[in-house]
């Protein structure tokens, strides 16, 4: 709640949850005090079949969410022996003391099941609310207590919270979520190009969503009962057929990977030159799994000596044109290229900020050159971001160039 740590548990759960079916319809971050998170357990207990709780499980004095929950509840603790024996293992495997106070996550409200965790101390908890007293129609309510660590909370929930979401609150139809992931064209210019198109399947039940992010925006389809793979199939079709290249992927499929594995099929190679970006395009390809195959390496080239020691830009060129130049970009890929031996190598250089601009050149201004063996291609965009931003666009830019010249060589 002060901002120093981020809630990746809320994108992450809400997401896994809708793949499988499920929409969560609130979601509520709260401090670690009494008032507050009994109010809000209370609240939802008013009004879900299904409340997953995260955090407040562990050994220390600000681990309140069992108590306050078993105290909500009416429901006494009691020690499980298996989880104190599980407690008294792991840190006897470890040649560690086990704190007294870590005997506390051994104590389980009354009713609950214990979902056991293999990746920490602090097991998980679900416990069925039946009756439960906080709702008008009486109707149960399960309330599930899992730990705050992610590398505890995701497998937890993979294996044995949604079986049991599943089991306890089965769909009453099919359920189809396809995510369509587009690069090179703004939320508007998506929406616009497939909003008509996809109305008479709206009409009979599809679900359309856009998703915009920096340099991407993602078509969401879902469809729901019966016919709704057909449904989806339909409405996947006309978006690709008007979306045409600048589809790049569906669900989590990643530009980088996406590159790295046309690469890997054309079996070519490639070779970075990068000034402005510092590395991030060979940080984002290297990311992916198997890019030893394509990626021969990246040279960072951040002042005009190491463009002219490292990637034989001349000397004349930086004095006519400036480092941040198409002829200068033009230079440092095909020196990559060169020197590397590679098929492909994508060069950048530019202005970052928040100084250095001028009225000619102003802050974003970035050079992206690609050289193949036939030509060399050079973009000139303008990326008024932030630094951080004007990076991760400018990464996407050069990748997506890279993307479409490959797409060209194989059709």
């Not at 303008?382 to 997506?400: G, S, W």
Request: hydrophobic share 40%.
């Amino acid at each position: 709640m002060l901002g120093f740590v981020l809630n990746t548990h809320q994108q992450w759960l809400c997401r896994r949850l809708a793949d499988a079916g499920y929409t969560v319809t609130r979601q509520v971050a709260v401090p670690d005090t009494a008032t507050d998170i009994q109010q809000t357990v209370r609240e939802a207990l008013a009004r879900a079949d299904f409340i997953i709780v995260t955090g407040g499980l562990g050994p220390t004095s600000d681990d309140l969410t069992r108590d306050l929950i078993a105290g909500l509840l009416g429901r006494n603790l009691r020690v499980d022996a298996a989880i104190l024996k599980r407690l008294e293992d792991f840190f006897a495997e470890r040649g560690r003391p086990m704190p007294a106070h870590t005997q506390v996550q051994a104590q389980v409200p009354d009713g609950a099941l214990v979902l056991p965790n293999r990746h920490g101390t602090a097991p998980g908890l679900a416990m069925e609310v039946n009756p439960n007293p906080f709702r008008a129609d009486g109707k149960k309510t399960w309330l599930v207590m899992l730990p705050g660590p992610p590398r505890e909370l995701r497998p937890m929930f993979t294996d044995q919270v949604l079986p049991l979401l599943r089991k306890e609150s089965p769909l009453d139809g099919a359920f189809v979520c396809r995510t369509i992931r587009t690069t090179g064209m703004g939320e508007s210019v998506v929406e616009e190009r497939i909003a008509t198109v996809l109305q008479p399947l709206t009409a009979v039940g599809l679900e359309l969503g856009y998703c915009a992010h920096y340099g991407e925006v993602d078509v969401r389809l879902v469809a729901r009962g019966s016919g709704a793979e057909k449904l989806a199939a339909e409405a996947e079709a006309l978006v690709r057929e008007r979306l045409g290249s600048h589809v790049f992927g569906v669900q989590d499929d990643q530009l980088n990977a996406t590159v790295v594995r046309l690469l890997t099929e054309r079996k070519e190679t490639l070779a970075l030159a990068e000034s402005c970006t510092g590395g991030y395009v060979a940080n984002s390809i290297t990311d992916v799994p198997g890019a030893s195959a394509i990626f021969l390496g990246g040279l960072v080239t951040y002042s005009n000596e190491a463009k002219q020691t490292l990637l034989g830009v001349r000397p004349e060129t930086l004095a006519q044109h400036g480092a941040v130049s198409g002829a200068t970009a033009r230079e440092m890929a095909e020196g990559a290229r060169n020197r590397l031996g590679a098929d492909y190598a994508i060069a950048i250089t530019g202005i970052a900020g928040p100084s250095g601009g001028s009225d000619a050149k102003p802050v974003g201004t970035v050079f992206i050159a690609l050289a193949t063996s036939r030509h060399t291609f050079v973009l000139n965009p303008v990326n008024r971001y932030d630094r951080p931003t004007f990076k991760q666009v400018t990464c996407q830019q050069a990748l997506e160039l890279l993307r479409r010249n490959l797409i060209k060589a194989s059709s």
